[in-house]
């Protein structure tokens, strides 16, 4: 156990500002203690101080400190904005029979947004709208099998033709690599240090997959963000242990319970306020902002269940936080006691960690490339509780495509139930878009003003259509792309967007997927 953490108490939520800025001030008073000896003489002996080698010496995940202007490597490769892609993928399309899409026009004073995707109004400016691309893959692949956009996966992210192409979406199999993979292989050649791609699931039950290393190498998303913030924030950190000692009835629940909410911060505080000595006045703004909110994530996610004798808590087990709240904040706020990744009641709560874990990893440059899907190929089984709807049982008309109040289901009435879902895509799309617009780089440009955001569907509404898809992209990849327009395309493969994407990240390619398609999509550079 380490000496700078009192298990036995619980810790309230304080901001990292303050903390970081009394363990600072601690520092200069008391010296390192093993097993930290070897840091500190690493620290006095280097003029700019290493992020990854702190991260590394004290156990922690790569993601758990932002990038910093203090270390020569963070501000080599971020001076000029970081280019990042983040992908949104969902099924059964935007568009329904009582809906249309935004109007067209060259700036954004001279279109609109209709009222389904009012979200993205902040952000007009940002974004890039597309009516809309068309799965020719799908159209012009040899054999027999589903055609409709059910089976469109395997090729939103590739442009090729299947591997194998069934009757059974799930067993269809992609062609060649996708473009999160691609991307992220280059960047790993050209020596990046982090993630090739971060791969993010909610609710995805079935084997419609996006994401390829190469024809048949599937990337499986990881569906529990739990996992996502042990591996990459946690790492080898210390899993909290209640404190030992006799309780009475009541007592080793009360203790377990506090250990359960322990945040893993306060097994390297100690460490943090001696290396936050060693950064400026904006690095520690940059980490004290980091680390709050790795905390409100971690208040989030299921608690670590733990074991072992509890301490004094007498009858009933005393607990040093009030009822009603955790670490300080409000239930209200963090209403997770578990989070079953099957479960579709938690898909609203899921998507919003999985992205917020995706922020914090490109903040902390863990990786430049993710992507998340919502729902598999299909969603006949996602039932959105969040917005009212409740299982009512196997769809009459075809058991076999889910509940008659799925997400499928609803898609194929194409009314105003489609309309109510279509809306809350949209609002998650408009979600990630502020967390970039939020990250701010060592340049001062924001990740979104650097990087670019897609979000896309499987068909065009809930009939399976695969011509006239939407797409929406918000942020300019470093200028790459004229932003703050809405176009209306005619006979452009989904593969042209492809290769504008590998244009706009930094590694040009003619093609993407089926080189019959030809190259970028050039009115996106306006």
Request: aromatic share 8%; hydrophobic share 40%.
């Amino acid at each position: 156990m380490r000496g700078d953490v009192n298990v036995g108490a619980a810790r309230p939520f304080r901001s990292w500002s303050g903390v970081l800025a009394e363990l600072a001030l601690d520092a200069e008073a008391v010296p390192d203690r093993n097993p930290t000896q070897g840091l500190s003489d690493m620290m006095k002996h280097q003029q700019k101080y290493s992020r990854r080698r702190f991260l590394s010496a004290v156990g922690a995940g790569a993601a758990l400190l932002p990038l910093l202007e203090s270390d020569p490597i963070d501000a080599a490769c971020a001076g000029t904005g970081i280019k990042r892609l983040f992908i949104l993928v969902w099924p059964n399309g935007m568009l329904s029979s009582v809906s249309a899409w935004a109007t067209t026009g060259d700036t954004p004073s001279a279109w609109t947004l209709p009222p389904f995707m009012a979200s993205l109004a902040p952000y007009q400016q940002d974004l890039l709208l597309l009516d809309g691309l068309d799965y020719s893959f799908l159209r012009d692949m040899p054999g027999a099998g589903e055609r409709t956009g059910q089976a469109a996966y395997p090729g939103l992210l590739t442009g090729a033709f299947f591997q194998t192409l069934s009757s059974s979406t799930a067993a269809d199999i992609a062609g060649g690599p996708s473009v999160d993979q691609y991307i992220g292989g280059q960047l790993k050649a050209g020596g990046y240090p982090g993630l090739a791609s971060l791969n993010l699931g909610v609710f995805v039950q079935s084997t419609g997959h996006l994401s390829w290393k190469s024809a048949g190498q599937v990337v499986l998303p990881d569906l529990d963000p739990n996992n996502v913030f042990a591996t990459y924030f946690k790492g080898g950190l210390f899993a909290p242990t209640p404190a030992s000692g006799a309780g009475g009835a009541g007592g080793a629940e009360t203790s377990a319970r506090a250990a359960m909410r322990r945040s893993i911060l306060d097994y390297v505080q100690g460490d943090l306020g001696r290396f936050s000595k060693k950064v400026g006045t904006e690095d520690k703004q940059r980490i004290a902002q980091h680390l709050d909110a790795v905390r409100r994530v971690e208040l989030r996610l299921p608690p670590t269940p733990v074991t072992g004798a509890g301490g004094a808590g007498g009858e009933g087990g005393a607990s040093s936080t009030p009822p009603g709240s955790i670490c300080g904040i409000p239930t209200d706020e963090f209403q997770t006691p578990t989070l079953p990744a099957k479960n579709s009641s938690n898909v609203a709560q899921l998507a919003k960690l999985q992205m917020d874990l995706a922020a914090m990893a490109f903040a902390s440059d863990l990786t430049r490339v993710v992507v998340m899907q919502i729902g598999d190929q299909l969603g006949g089984q996602l039932i959105f509780t969040n917005l009212g709807f409740a299982a009512g049982g196997p769809n009459p008309a075809d058991a076999n495509t889910g509940d008659v109040n799925g997400w499928h289901a609803i898609a194929k009435r194409n009314g105003a139930d489609k309309v109510i879902v279509d809306t809350w895509f949209q609002s998650q799309v408009a979600y990630m878009i502020g967390q970039m617009k939020g990250i701010v780089d060592l340049g001062g440009k924001s990740a979104l003003d650097s990087g670019v955001v897609v979000g896309m569907s499987s068909m065009r509404s809930g009939l399976g259509e695969t011509t006239q898809v939407p797409t929406v992209l918000a942020g300019s990849c470093g200028g790459y792309f004229k932003t703050g327009r809405s176009l209306a395309l005619t006979g452009i493969p989904n593969n042209q967007l492809l290769v504008s994407l590998c244009d706009g990240m930094g590694f040009p390619v003619a093609t993407f997927g089926e080189p019959r398609y030809g190259g970028e999509l050039a009115a996106l550079k306006g």
